[in-house]
């Protein structure tokens, strides 16, 4: 049930503020440490952000899509890790349990995730396995009360602090995705370790590891609905969390254009502002056009899934078209800002780093293309 007005506005109005005057201060910090502040994170637990998508009678938000994605265009204003600190919790690490847990899971681990207490994570990609999720190698051997893990998963977000991952692992023969199921795992089960945290381009402060199951006995009444389930589970998790990306790409585009803006104001070439240059206002205006499409689209999408709509289709349309959208503002952005777009002192150069990501976790473009077509095909055009 979506939140009255005035309450939802007031929740957009205090994330605006700390977004602009708590965070953004702290962007050059966090890519020098490649940490969020412990006093930052301990302040998003207080607002309630690590439960925005998870229902009120559990000690969320409760969030429809539409108002989700309403935030997470705020916060795409400022570095995508700040965001990534509880999006697991909101998207990918808890929207399994939301959506095919039973009474008793949900009572256990929802109130705990909703306040922060408990980091989530969603463990998929292995390092033979990405794109073709369906081909997932990790084994979960049935043992009489327990599945035993074994296996290696890859590039985890929230690795190194999650204390519960959803898993998927394959429990019987048959090949793709029909025979894998999902799995509530602890990280404190024997057998569970956790890699050092990858070097990456960008995003610093969001880290990303290994997780490895070495014969980990996991009870059975830990596993999310039946066996075999485990694959259409994570693309319903994966639905929602395409759109919830798709939003912030949004916000990080806004981001740019907004400071584009201002810089073209206050830089001036042959006598003048660069905004006055015609060539400039193009850069704007492409880039001021495709942030509106892809707002539009992200929007009705939500709106259709809150619904009850299938939006399988829509939401790769919509993960697609604003992951490649930030790219191609970022780089217009480096273009209008010259040589200081280039260099660390305003932060440009880290968010074109930063947005190179959206197009690549969550699926890649190629798959959400791939996804397109098969839906389009499918409905008749």
């Known amino acids: 049930?979506?939140?009255?007005?005035?309450?939802?506005?007031?929740?957009?109005?205090?994330?605006?503020?700390?977004?602009?005057?708590?965070?953004?201060?702290?962007?050059?910090?966090?890519?020098?440490?490649?940490?969020?502040?412990?006093?930052?994170?301990?302040?998003?637990?207080?607002?309630?952000?690590?439960?925005?998508?998870?229902?009120?009678?559990?000690?969320?938000?409760?969030?429809?899509?539409?108002?989700?994605?309403?935030?997470?265009?705020?916060?795409?204003?400022?570095?995508?890790?700040?965001?990534?600190?509880?999006?697991?919790?909101?998207?990918?690490?808890?929207?399994?349990?939301?959506?095919?847990?039973?009474?008793?899971?949900?009572?256990?681990?929802?109130?705990?995730?909703?306040?922060?207490?408990?980091?989530?994570?969603?463990?998929?990609?292995?390092?033979?396995?990405?794109?073709?999720?369906?081909?997932?190698?990790?084994?979960?051997?049935?043992?009489?009360?327990?599945?035993?893990?074994?296996?290696?998963?890859?590039?985890?977000?929230?690795?190194?602090?999650?204390?519960?991952?959803?898993?998927?692992?394959?429990?019987?023969?048959?090949?793709?995705?029909?025979?894998?199921?999902?799995?509530?795992?602890?990280?404190d089960l024997p057998g569970l370790s956790i890699g050092e945290p990858e070097k990456k381009m960008g995003q610093k402060g969001a880290k990303v590891a290994d997780v490895i199951f070495d014969d980990v006995a996991v009870p059975a009444a830990n596993r999310l609905g039946a066996e075999g389930e485990g694959f259409k589970i994570a693309m319903r998790v994966l639905d929602r969390g395409r759109l919830h990306i798709a939003a912030v790409c949004i916000g990080v585009a806004e981001r740019l254009i907004a400071d584009s803006v201002a810089y073209a104001t206050e830089r001036k070439q042959f006598g003048k502002p660069i905004y006055e240059h015609q060539l400039i206002q193009g850069m704007i205006a492409d880039s001021k056009t495709e942030a509106l499409a892809a707002r539009a689209l992200v929007l009705e999408t939500a709106a259709a899934k809150d619904a009850g709509k299938d939006v399988v289709m829509e939401s790769a349309a919509a993960k697609y078209f604003a992951s490649e959208m930030v790219g191609r503002v970022a780089d217009r952005a480096v273009q209008i800002f010259g040589g200081s777009g280039y260099i660390a002192d305003y932060g440009i150069e880290r968010l074109y780093r930063d947005v190179r990501l959206f197009r690549i976790y969550e699926g890649t473009s190629q798959i959400q293309q791939i996804i397109i077509a098969r839906e389009t095909i499918k409905r008749g055009g």
């Open 1 to 187: 049930m979506a939140l009255d007005p005035d309450t939802f506005d007031a929740l957009i109005d205090m994330v605006r503020r700390f977004v602009t005057e708590r965070l953004r201060p702290l962007e050059g910090a966090v890519e020098e440490a490649d940490a969020i502040p412990a006093e930052v994170v301990q302040e998003m637990r207080e607002m309630g952000l690590f439960g925005l998508s998870i229902a009120e009678g559990y000690g969320g938000l409760g969030l429809t899509m539409s108002e989700e994605a309403r935030v997470a265009i705020e916060f795409g204003r400022t570095t995508p890790a700040f965001r990534s600190t509880f999006g697991t919790n909101v998207g990918i690490g808890s929207q399994g349990l939301v959506m095919a847990g039973s009474d008793e899971q949900k009572a256990k681990w929802l109130p705990r995730i909703a306040s922060g207490e408990i980091i989530t994570s969603f463990a998929l990609t292995e390092p033979d396995v990405g794109s073709d999720s369906g081909s997932v190698k990790t084994k979960a051997m049935r043992d009489g009360d327990v599945y035993r893990l074994s296996g290696t998963k890859r590039f985890i977000t929230n690795a190194d602090k999650a204390d519960l991952f959803t898993v998927m692992a394959r429990t019987g023969e048959e090949a793709g995705g029909r025979g894998v199921s999902a799995f509530l795992v602890p990280r």
